[in-house]
């Protein structure tokens, strides 16, 4: 069975550093807009809660934004909520992994990756976390 354009991208170290980061960020922001929409709570609100713009909160969710560790927590503590972390082996196998790979083997036939910063010959020939909701 031939590796996923996924699983040669993650086989390199600069690879998965690469993808840990982006995984991380759109999971977190994805959380926060989770627990936002179970507690009805809108950008507006979120922002006086946290005492910044609609802009910065916006920024936060759209899961492109470089967060700090302080700032999650400024945003989950202000929604009532603690982040609990924790690390687990990751592998191409993994059932997330595997998800992912469909959704990048799909993407991959229509899109330009020169956007994302390297070329389709990168990824042709490629160079642990969980997080819950507690309270």
Known sequence: ???????????????MRLF?????AVEIADLICKTMRKQHVT???LAQRLQK???????????????????????FTALDKTLCVSAVKMSAESEPMQM???LVDQTYQTT????WGFDET???NPV???SQLAG
């Open 100 to 102: 992912v790979s469909m």
């Open 53 to 75: 713009s609609k802009g910065r909160v916006s920024q936060i969710l759209s899961g492109d934004s470089n967060l700090t560790l302080r700032t999650v927590a400024d945003v």
């Open 122 to 124: 990168f990824l042709k």
């Open 20 to 24: 840990q980061q982006e995984q991380l």
């Open 43 to 45: 950008q507006s609100e």
């Open 128 to 130: 642990d976390g969980n």
């Open 112 to 115: 330009s990756y020169s956007s």
């Open 1 to 15: 069975m031939s590796e996923t354009v996924l699983q040669q991208f993650v086989a390199n170290p600069e690879g």
